[in-house]
């Protein structure tokens, strides 16, 4: 039996060898080894290095076995009474590692990290290795390809995609490694400086903070607009306000259930199990954040057909059938959804569907949203501009003009979402504190827009505020007094414009 194991590992080997030329040695940490040799340990050091919650079950690691070969002991597993080593050219080995797996991603991850330790060793059998104890050798550390260095430095390379359970930052992390004074390397490589969880939790829990806050505001609007009846004008800015409360219940959930699960558990993690629930979870995020784009576009329609009638700036019916743009804007909203889940389905169907990085499937929702915002744009634009061209001819007017253009402006922005173009496209920085703030930014923007429509459209409003307040004395009995001021807004008719 011992025989044929040592057979099978040579045979092994020659295909090892096979596989490559031997033009020196490659140092796997501290150790060196010719190439084929290297090779098995760095194969499983990759996968011994992995993180835990990518296996089932542990992984293979309790079925590691130590096969000796011209003394050396190397890894690998007892297959029909025949010693495999640990190679990722072995398709045996390769079976076995890939059913180890929770994701086929985990398993293609760990093929790269094989291929780039292999890469490694070819890269410094073509240099040459200069002796002495003033410079640390050229070496694998099981993650990274540390080149010469210094005796006496600690240097830094740039933290590795296997550091990581997705995608990995935007922004650049290092990892770091002593190279002592006496030419030698330190076993353990700092790779703690290439950790992105309290940032990530940091910017997760702000944007919960943010966005519960959003629902604990807009909520009491909601049960406004729906008890009262006669604030049936009301209702395109109560869909929003509802688009909101729902699209930010949604984030939240998804943001606490799989976000900072993934951040803060070591195994079995709602990502890492990518079920049914949690796919469904993200779909309806993003079909809810297209309703609210919608909902905002279809309010700036509404608002830039209103005041543009009123100033005389466009000529035409003031009535308009908002059933049609409801129900183009429906379809936009679904489809557009509908057309992102099948593309993650087929081409994408890891991590919950949350990342999408590394593909562009991003913008089949993003595209449709920039191009209402592109339209709310616009049309504010085009109002400003009907104010300016009413009052151009009076200058005695010229500061009524301004308050009245930040009147509009004010009731406007959230509206129509244009601040949301500010930040629609995360640039491209390698600096993490200044994409931290992005994020932070971007959120609190995110968050305040149903607080500023809540409050501006809502709160503040006269109408609205009437409303109540006759409600009240209703309650306590008390007769109605009727409002011997009129409301100051730009326009007496449409009073429930303006607070």
């Given at each position: 039996m011992e025989k044929r194991m040592r057979i099978s590992l040579f045979v092994s080997l020659i295909l090892i060898l096979l596989s490559g030329s031997v033009n020196g040695n490659c140092r796997y940490r501290n150790d060196d080894f010719s190439e084929e040799i290297f090779s098995i340990f760095a194969d499983f050091g990759c996968y011994k290095y992995t993180q835990k919650k990518f296996f089932i079950d542990g992984g293979l690691f309790r079925n590691i076995s130590t096969c000796l070969f011209d003394a050396y002991k190397l890894p690998g597993i007892i297959l029909d009474d025949k010693c495999e080593v640990f190679h990722h050219n072995n398709s045996?080995?390769?079976?076995?590692?890939?059913?180890?797996?929770?994701?086929?991603?985990?398993?293609?991850?760990?093929?790269?990290?094989?291929?780039?330790?292999?890469?490694?060793?070819q890269k410094m059998q073509q240099s040459e290795q200069e002796d002495g104890s003033d410079l640390c050798p050229a070496l694998w550390d099981g993650w990274t390809c540390f080149s010469s260095a210094p005796a006496g430095t600690t240097v830094e390379y740039p933290c590795p995609i296997y550091a990581y359970s997705g995608q990995g930052p935007k922004c650049t992390h290092f990892s770091q490694k002593q190279c002592f004074n006496n030419g030698t390397w330190s076993v353990q490589t700092n790779y703690a400086t290439c950790a992105i969880n309290q940032r990530l939790i940091s910017r997760t829990t702000w944007h919960i903070i943010v966005l519960g806050l959003s629902v604990a505001v807009c909520l009491p609007a909601l049960v406004i607009f729906f008890v009262y009846k006669n604030l049936h004008k009301f209702v395109l800015i109560r869909n929003l306000i509802l688009a909101i409360v729902i699209r930010s219940i949604l984030v939240i959930m998804s943001k606490k259930l799989i976000i900072l699960d993934e951040l803060v558990q070591e195994e079995d993690t709602v990502?890492?199990?990518?079920?049914?629930?949690?796919?469904?979870?993200?779909?309806?995020?993003?079909?809810?954040?297209?309703?609210?784009?919608?909902?905002?576009?279809?309010?700036?329609?509404?608002?830039?057909?209103?005041?543009?009638?009123?100033?005389?700036?466009?000529?035409?019916?003031?009535g308009l059938n908002m059933m049609y743009y409801y129900v183009g804007g429906a379809l936009v909203s679904i489809?557009?959804?509908?057309?992102?889940a099948i593309a993650m389905a087929l081409a994408n169907d890891q991590y919950c569907w949350v990342v999408t990085d590394g593909t562009d499937f991003?913008?089949?929702?993003?595209?449709?949203?920039?191009?209402?915002?592109?339209?709310?744009?616009?049309?504010?634009?085009?109002?400003?501009?009907?104010?300016?061209?009413?009052?151009?001819?009076?200058?005695?007017?010229?500061?009524?003009?301004?308050?009245?253009t930040a009147e509009v402006s004010l009731i406007c922005l959230p509206l129509f979402g244009v601040p949301f173009l500010f930040v629609a496209v995360r640039p491209e920085t390698k600096s993490c504190p200044w994409e931290q703030f992005y994020y932070f930014v971007s959120y609190a923007l995110e968050g305040l827009q149903g607080i500023f429509v809540a409050i501006l459209h809502c709160y503040i409003n006269c109408e609205v505020r009437r409303t109540l307040r006759d409600s009240w004395w209703?309650?306590?009995g008390m007769n109605t007094v009727a409002d011997q001021h009129p409301a100051p807004v730009i326009i007496q008719a449409e009073s429930h414009l303006l607070p």
């Open positions: 045996r080995i390769q079976y076995l590692v890939r059913e180890s797996f929770v994701n086929e991603v985990y398993f293609e991850r760990w093929v790269d990290c094989c291929e780039d330790a292999l890469q490694c060793c990502i890492s199990k990518n079920g049914v629930p949690c796919r469904i979870l993200s779909f309806f995020e993003k079909l809810t954040a297209n309703a609210v784009f919608t909902c905002m576009l279809l309010e700036a329609i509404h608002l830039h057909r209103l005041l543009t009638n009123i100033f005389g700036c466009r000529k035409g019916p003031s489809l557009t959804a509908i057309s992102w991003q913008w089949i929702n993003d595209t449709p949203r920039l191009l209402m915002l592109t339209i709310n744009f616009i049309l504010l634009l085009h109002i400003v501009l009907c104010l300016r061209k009413t009052f151009k001819y009076n200058p005695n007017e010229r500061h009524k003009y301004i308050r009245r209703k309650l306590m």
